[in-house]
């Protein structure tokens, strides 16, 4: 019988085929007989909790030489604990053997054959694993070979405990794991107290590990009853043998096929390379970071996941949208993903509007979301046109008429604060149609005037700027006016007519002109001499000659056109020269030659 030193006794078996503990008694005495009434009470008491005191049988052997007869009786026990067991025995002399329990033996080499009288237990059966599981459903599971049964793997998206419920028969000693679990679980093994028959085991699942090995778990109960369990991590519980319990590396074959992958955080995403509102005039690269432990699992079994949504406005007013996509299939490891980290990079190369937005649906069905506020590509510079309504030019840069100028700058992302109109005439402001933007410069007084254009966009594309060259509005004509005789004066002395041109500005000596008739004489020829003077012309005639046929009624009328083609109104001087008599005019002999000198009416001369 065996023993392990604990206030209570503990028989082990390990699960023997027998289901009792025998236990043989034997009295040596020559004067002995338990069959008589000379014994006090039974010489033997065998008590077990639950069957109470048991009667025996004893059996008489063979007498020795000195006379001593051996008698032997068993007691059986069931496996259970509160068993105890007394002997005392009572010779017909009255002799009684000692009345200490425990000392039934004379064989001091084996002490392990004595027996006290405290209570002892039978266990037969190591401790067993009642139950072992995760206690909810997986969030989400992919299977390895895309149909339901095949190998795969089981998502928890919230910490998830592996609870591992092991009881005995009789009385738990100890419980422990055969192996740490590395970082895939944190376990509490030591939730219970020996002596208990149950204990609870909980193996916490850590993020972002794939758990694909067995918990070995070993268990042996107060009578040294030993077992080594084996959980897998979908809790299939088996027993194992000591060579199995390192279990580094299941062999998803033959063993466990199921991995359990706890993940509780969401993807982290995050868009880089742009901001949003700017306008770039180069091409742009936009990378999308992806912080997901379990990202691998999506390449694998989910690589048709649209990650990326690329959303475009076309640089023109007419904005057509289009958009597209990225799966992700199209997303990038970095290192390899060994820390969960991943990229995607997309270059933006023509005009347009761009915006992003990402999501991920991590394999615990958490989700991710990242957007990229609107940026702008333009390589496009703005072109700008001008026009004129007076194109009626003289002399290569002077208008005798106002002028308007309409600029026109064709571009998508105009501001008018980046346009410099620059000019001395009157510019108005930027009035608006799509990408088609308009100002008007009027050029409505007497001056010289320049006009350029220039500026850039939004994105800093510089327009070929525009420069107009130098001109001229003169809307002022020159004027004429006479002097040396008066109008409608006679003169029987000297006769020296002067004329005057002038013009504030642009005046053109080549553009003056007179002539000088006579009524009788008609248009002649008088000898003068020009004087110019910058801004105005004098035209100083010689003393008419003093004979009698240069005698007549004179009118000079002269007129003036200045650079810009601004002419004077007609300016005219009559006067009378009768050095030799008078001269007269018939100021309308029109009428009177039309009617070969007859009147109907009269008229006054």
């Not at 868009?271 to 999506?298: C, D």
């Not at 690589?303 to 289009?322: D, F, M, P, R, W």
Request: proline share 3%.
């Amino acid at each position: 019988l065996q023993r392990d030193g604990q206030s209570t006794d503990y028989f082990s078996g390990i699960d023997v085929g027998s289901k009792q503990l025998v236990v043989t008694v034997s009295v040596k005495d020559r004067n002995f007989d338990p069959q008589t009434d000379a014994v006090e009470g039974l010489p033997v008491t065998a008590v077990n909790d639950e069957q109470g005191e048991k009667a025996v049988t004893w059996q008489k052997g063979p007498v020795s030489e000195d006379g001593n007869a051996t008698w032997t009786c068993t007691v059986a026990y069931d496996e259970g604990d509160g068993h105890a067991l007394s002997v005392k025995a009572v010779d017909w002399a009255g002799n009684a053997m000692d009345n200490v329990y425990g000392q039934h033996s004379t064989d001091a080499s084996n002490p392990a054959h004595s027996l006290d009288a405290s209570k002892f237990a039978l266990d037969l059966t190591a401790p067993q694993v009642m139950r072992a599981g995760l206690g909810k459903a997986s969030t989400n599971q992919y299977a390895s070979g895309g149909n339901p049964g095949d190998d795969g793997y089981w998502f928890y998206g919230e910490q998830s405990v592996m609870s591992i419920e092991v009881a005995d028969n009789i009385a738990l000693e100890a419980v422990w794991l055969g192996n740490d679990g590395g970082s895939y679980y944190v376990a509490n093994p030591e939730s219970f107290q020996p002596g208990d028959k149950r204990a609870t085991v909980q193996v916490a699942l850590a993020d972002g590990r794939e758990f694909d090995r067995a918990i070995i778990l070993h268990t042996r109960d107060m009578a040294k009853n030993e077992r080594t369990w084996s959980i897998s991590p979908t809790g299939a519980v088996r027993n194992v043998t000591g060579s199995d319990e390192a279990n580094e590396s299941l062999d998803k074959t033959n063993r466990y096929p199921q991995s359990v992958i706890q993940d509780t955080v969401s993807p982290r995403l995050a868009f880089s390379g742009v901001e949003g509102g700017a306008y770039y005039n180069t091409t742009q690269a936009v990378t999308l970071a992806i912080n997901e432990l379990n990202f691998r699992y999506l390449k694998s079994f989910d690589a048709a996941q649209q990650i990326v949504t690329v959303n475009k406005k076309e640089g023109n007013s007419g904005l057509a949208e289009t958009s597209w996509s990225g799966p992700v299939a199209a997303i990038e490891a970095v290192n390899d993903g060994m820390d969960g980290l991943y990229s995607y990079t997309e270059a933006f190369e023509s005009d347009g509007h761009y915006s992003l937005s990402a999501q991920v649906i991590d394999p615990a069905l958490h989700v991710g979301t990242a957007s990229q506020a609107e940026f702008t590509i333009d390589k496009t510079a703005p072109t700008v046109e001008v026009s004129f309504d007076n194109n009626d030019v003289r002399n290569g840069k002077y208008y005798n008429a106002a002028r308007t100028a309409t600029i026109t700058v064709t571009e998508h992302n105009f501001d008018a604060s980046l346009m410099t109109i620059d000019t001395n005439g009157s510019a108005s402001g930027w009035s608006d149609n799509g990408d088609v933007h308009t100002a008007t410069v009027d050029f409505s007084t007497d001056g010289t005037y320049n006009l350029s254009v220039s500026g850039s966009d939004l994105a800093g594309n510089a327009m070929q700027a525009y420069t107009a060259d130098e001109f001229v509005v003169d809307l002022t004509a020159p004027t004429v006016s006479f002097g040396g005789v008066d109008d409608k004066a006679a003169y029987n002395g000297d006769v020296m007519p002067l004329i005057f041109f002038s013009d504030e500005a642009n005046f053109d000596a080549s553009g003056t002109s007179y002539v000088v008739a006579g009524t009788k004489n008609g248009e002649v020829a008088r000898a003068a001499t020009e004087k110019n003077e910058g801004q105005s012309k004098e035209i100083d005639f010689a003393d008419f000659d003093h004979d009698a046929d240069v005698d007549d009624i004179y009118t000079i009328a002269a007129t003036a056109t200045d650079l810009a083609g601004t002419t004077s109104e007609a300016q005219s001087i009559t006067f009378s020269v009768n050095r030799f008599g008078s001269n007269y005019r018939v100021v309308d002999s029109r009428a009177y030659q039309s009617n070969n000198g007859y009147l109907q009416q009269p008229r006054d001369v």
